[in-house]
Every structure is written in structure tokens, then in C-alpha cells.
């Protein structure tokens, strides 16, 4: 993602620190906002994967702290949910101002909550997205356990949440408890809702997701994250998340013509923030790139190596698909199996010697159809002409310059 710092002001003033995280080519159709859980930051990798597919797709995300966490201004014992609904409405002034008035609202948790509110408010608004997040606000007192009767009594209590110590004012309670969400999900109309819970997820039980589904008008669609945890803690279930968010929300934005979102050269690739993760734009079409967990990488994308490798396979099926057709030949599939001798890892480490060893691509063609002993040869023939196999073969320059 190409990720840049932002900041704004809340409506009591106090500053609040985000990260504005853009399409590789900088060129966002739409925007989002992402709220985080309660108590928890805009960095947490969860978020950074989920909005690392929205970006992908073309989506800008505003990924902020709320007032009193992570690196934003304010107090947290001043806050309520009124207050991270507030905050949510300037981080789409923010957006309108400086990019485009969002039009996906997502939130985790507490957050999720916060933006059904907020996005019932917001005309630029046309769909919302929640994870694992409660039907009512009040559903958070349960955290605060019996701390609840001091904080009343005395008026504010600290209070200890995640193994942090939060102080909590009398007010942040009764705030709760006034919030009617099921009036607000009933008249809500004209915003795309998607609700995502798993049903082992034991800090916000999977019942609030079907009291959001049956409150909320159509259309409305419900996914199951069965076995993720409530903070989405394993990679894998943050990148499902995300990637159904993504592509769930296609239906509902306006897109641009995919030429319009062409970079300037065929390729381009950026690094991460992660060890190897890398993205990359071919034309209009967004890849991942990555290295496997056993040499260090988060395996979200196929290896360098293992992208040449579809690039050849590609384009031999593509080749032979070619010469058959316009030969007529009654040829059902066929399927390339490509295998890369070289170690990534090895090269990566020595790509200053001079003696480095030559890979072997290793290429074996299946086809099907009522083919003859000489169509078939006729094929491996032709697979050899592709014109990824005679670059490859052949050797190509490279011209190297620093921009």
C-alpha cells in the first residue's frame, strides 16, 4: 500500500493521527473509513491486511485512532460512543476535504457498531461492513464487570481492559446505555450492509450479528468467519475477511474503466511494510507477491520465482491454444506444469557473484482430445515457439536507472 501520515481535528479540537493507505498507483475510485475495536489501535495487523485488500481493488482507506488512543490526541477517559461516532464524521469531513467524501464504512468490533451510526448520517455513505461487532453499544459494559458500581458511585474508575489500565467516567456509561441501535438499523435505507461474525468468537457472541441482520433493511448479506477469534489474531482470517469485503463492495461503489487506472509503465512493483510483501500492478490488474513463512515471508502471494514461472506456463497454453484452434484440431484442455529448479533464497544472498548457477525451468504439457502421435508432437513443437520460452531461452537485455 502507499501509506501516508494524516491528521485532523475532532469537533472538541484535539488532533487525531491516521493513515491514509492508496492504491499503488495512487489513483483511489473510492474511499473508506476503517474504526478499529474498543481500546485498540489503527495499527493493529489485522486492520493492515484487510485494508491492504481494499487497496488492491482500487479502495483509498483512512485508518485513524480514536480520540485517547494509539497516537491521537485527547483523553480516553473523556470519550464515549457518541464521541467515536463524532470522530468517525471528521474523518470523512477530512476525507471530502483533502481526497473524496467516503462512500464504504468499515468497523471491527466497537468500531463496527460506531459506523453503523455514523454511516446513517453520512449521504456519501452506500454500504457499511462490520466484524464481529455488538448489536448494541451497551453490549461493552459487560467488560467493565463490576467495576460499573464504582464507576457510578465515584463517578470514574480505572479500569482494566486487555491488560491496560483505562480510566472510565460515569458518563461513558450512561451515553451507552441511551443509544437505540435497533431504531437506527430499521430506518436506515439505500446503504449496502455486510455483517461478518464467527460463531466461536466469545468476547462479542455471534447472536448480536443476526439482531445487526434482522434489524437492518436489504440489502444485506451475512458471512460466517468460522474459527477466527475476535481480534481476527491469525493472518489468514483477516486476509479472508478482506478479501470478501472487497470484492462484496464492487456491486454497491461506481467503478472507472479499467484503463483509466493503467500505470504508466506495464509493471510496477512496491515493497510493504511487511519482510517481502510486495504489490504489484500489470497493467490494470493488482498481484501480490510474497516469499513462503519458511524463508521469512507471510506467504499472501506467489514467490518471484514462481511468478516467471506463470509467465511462461501462461503463455504456452496460450501459444498452443493458438495453433490448435486455427488448425481445428479436436483438442479439449490442455494444462502446463512449470517447475523452477533455483533457489530464490540462494540468489538473493549471493546476486553479487559472477559464478551464480543458471536455473533449469523444468515444463510438462497435458492435453486432451482426440489427438494423434503426430498432432501431439506438432504441439510440444509449437509450445517451444512461445514467445516467453524464446525470451527466456534467448537471454534479454536489462536497462537499470535510478528515478
Not at 467515536?84 to 466497537?110: C, M, R, T
Request: hydrophobic content about 35%; proline content about 3%; charged content about 25%.
Amino acid at each position: 500500500m502507499r501509506s501516508e501520515s494524516v491528521k485532523f481535528l475532532n469537533k472538541e479540537g484535539d488532533q487525531l493521527k491516521g493513515k491514509m493507505e492508496l492504491p499503488l498507483n495512487g489513483k483511489a475510485q473510492n474511499f473508506a473509513i476503517f474504526a478499529h475495536c474498543f481500546t485498540c489501535s489503527k495499527d493493529l495487523k489485522a486492520v493492515r491486511n484487510i485494508t491492504l485488500a481494499l487497496a488492491q481493488k482500487g479502495i483509498g482507506v483512512l485508518r485513524f485512532d480514536f480520540t485517547g488512543l494509539g497516537q491521537s490526541e485527547g483523553e480516553f477517559e473523556d470519550t464515549n460512543f457518541s464521541s467515536n461516532v463524532n470522530d468517525i464524521a471528521a474523518a470523512a469531513k477530512f476525507l471530502e476535504d483533502n481526497y473524496k467524501a467516503p462512500s464504504l464504512l468499515i468497523g471491527h468490533s466497537f468500531g463496527g457498531t460506531a459506523v453503523l451510526m455514523a454511516g446513517s448520517k453520512l449521504d456519501s455513505v452506500k454500504a457499511i461492513a462490520t466484524i464481529g461487532s455488538p448489536c448494541d453499544p451497551g453490549h461493552v459494559l459487560h467488560l467493565l464487570g463490576n467495576d460499573i458500581d464504582e464507576i457510578k458511585k465515584e463517578g470514574k474508575a480505572t479500569v482494566n481492559l486487555a491488560g491496560r489500565d483505562f480510566k472510565i467516567k460515569s458518563h461513558f456509561i450512561e451515553d451507552l446505555q441511551n443509544q437505540g441501535m435497533s431504531k437506527i438499523l430499521s430506518e436506515m435505507r439505500g446503504k449496502a450492509l455486510l455483517v461478518m461474525h464467527s460463531p466461536q468468537d466469545d468476547t462479542v457472541g455471534v447472536q448480536n450479528a443476526q439482531d445487526i441482520y434482522l434489524s437492518a433493511h436489504h440489502p444485506k448479506s451475512f458471512i460466517s468467519l468460522d474459527g477466527a477469534d475476535h481480534l481476527l489474531s491469525r493472518s489468514k482470517d483477516s486476509v479472508y475477511v478482506g478479501s470478501v469485503i472487497a470484492g462484496w463492495v464492487e456491486r454497491y461503489l461506481p467503478s472507472e474503466e479499467k484503463k483509466k487506472l493503467r500505470s504508466k509503465s506495464q509493471v510496477v512493483a512496491r515493497l510493504d511494510e511487511g519482510p517481502f510483501l510486495t504489490e504489484i500492478r500489470a497493467g490494470s490488474h493488482p498481484i501480490l507477491a510474497d516469499e513462503p513463512e519458511e524463508v521469512g515471508g507471510s506467504d499472501l502471494g506467489p514467490s518471484p520465482y514462481e511468478l516467471l514461472s506463470s509467465g511462461l506456463a501462461a503463455c504456452t497454453v496460450m501459444t498452443i491454444k493458438m495453433y490448435v484452434s486455427r488448425k481445428e484440431w479436436p483438442m479439449d484442455e490442455v494444462k502446463v506444469h512449470v517447475n523452477y529448479d533455483n533457489s530464490y533464497l540462494e540468489d538473493c544472498e549471493n546476486c553479487e557473484l559472477a559464478d551464480r548457477k543458471i536455473g533449469k525451468f523444468q515444463r510438462l504439457i497435458e492435453v486432451k482430445g482426440d489427438l494423434d502421435d503426430k498432432q501431439k508432437k506438432r504441439i510440444l513443437a509449437i509450445a517451444n515457439k512461445c514467445p516467453v520460452h524464446k525470451t527466456l531461452e534467448q537471454g534479454v537485455t536489462i536497462e537499470t536507472q535510478l528515478l
